[in-house]
């Protein structure tokens, strides 16, 4: 039996050379739009499938120009250089007449690199699972308009959930553990929705809503060991409308496996 998420972030090659069909599924909407990292490792995969010698995400910088929708869409690859250990990737997600989403991506062979970590940063502080509040406490008005929440288990820091009972911290953070619902363990190409899979920051800004993101850069660094991750959403900055929120996601050895950071526009 497979896993759901593999399922949904399927891609069918076409006849036109370096173009893929994907369906963009029903239960990964979140406020507007189908959500942005579900969308990246869309075209992950297409990319991946494009380049098999060198599958794995390493650096990604995405523009969202308009909302995905459930339903067909196609991703159009191509490989701007293929070298000897990463590749450079263009590639644009598209449903009918609109491109959704625009990336330029640098991919390569994570498994032929050496997998230690070396890192200054701390690692997330969470306490233990028992001890954090589950996703599926959400108010039910978010999970009327995050279907995606369905998708994931998640245990949020205790003391970055007050904006659940209309009590937010004001600090801009919000970490939790995390795991697909199913089991299935992480991998490269889920690290890139894990970067995006978190509510918005601000709503510990006490700014409920939805946050579409205008651009993200994400960075793989290694591949993720099986077992929980933990993610962590920080923004330190609101002007212009438009707020930035990094991301750090560390796997259950310990290693800081992923990074991002996104600009997107403050919820109103």
């Known amino acids: 039996m497979g896993y759901e998420f593999d399922g949904q972030i399927a891609v069918v090659a076409e006849e036109t050379p370096g173009r893929f069909r994907a369906d963009l599924a029903a239960g990964w909407v979140v406020g507007g739009g189908v959500n942005g990292g579900y969308q990246l490792a869309v075209i992950g995969n297409a990319i991946a499938a494009a380049l098999p010698a060198k599958p794995?995400?390493?650096?990604?910088?995405?523009?969202?120009?308009?909302?995905?929708?459930?339903?067909?869409?196609?991703?159009?690859v191509d490989v701007r250089r293929d070298g000897r250990r990463v590749a450079t990737v263009a590639a644009d997600?598209?449903?009918?007449d609109d491109t959704r989403i625009t990336v330029l991506a640098t991919y390569g062979d994570l498994a032929g690199q050496d997998g230690e970590?070396?890192?200054?940063?701390?690692e997330i502080d969470l306490p233990p699972l028992e001890e954090c509040?589950?996703?599926?406490f959400?108010?039910?008005e978010l999970r009327k308009i995050a279907p995606l929440l369905e998708r994931f288990d998640m245990r949020f820091h205790p003391d970055q959930v007050g904006w659940t009972v209309g009590k937010p911290s004001g600090e801009g953070v919000l970490s939790a553990w995390f795991r697909l619902i199913d089991g299935r363990e992480p991998d490269p190409i889920e690290l890139?929705?894990?970067?995006?899979?978190?509510?918005?920051?601000t709503f510990e800004l006490g700014r409920m809503g939805w946050a579409p993101t205008l651009e993200l850069s994400a960075h793989v660094r290694a591949r993720p060991a099986p077992?929980?991750?933990?993610?962590?959403?920080?923004?330190?900055?609101?002007?212009?409308?438009?707020?930035?929120?990094?991301?750090?996601?560390?796997?259950?050895?310990?290693?800081?496996?992923?990074q991002?950071?996104?600009?997107?526009?403050?919820?109103?």
């Open 117 to 122: 970590v070396l890192t200054t940063a701390p």
């Open 133 to 136: 509040v589950s996703n599926s």
């Open 93 to 96: 997600l598209v449903q009918g």
């Open 260 to 268: 991002s950071r996104q600009l997107a526009l403050f919820p109103r």
């Open 56 to 76: 794995d995400p390493i650096a990604m910088s995405a523009y969202f120009l308009s909302p995905g929708a459930p339903g067909p869409a196609h991703i159009d």
């Open 138 to 140: 959400a108010p039910p």
């Open 192 to 201: 890139l929705m894990v970067v995006d899979a978190l509510p918005p920051v």
């Open 227 to 258: 077992g929980w991750l933990k993610v962590r959403h920080q923004t330190r900055n609101v002007a212009g409308g438009m707020f930035e929120e990094d991301c750090e996601v560390w796997d259950s050895a310990g290693r800081l496996v992923a």
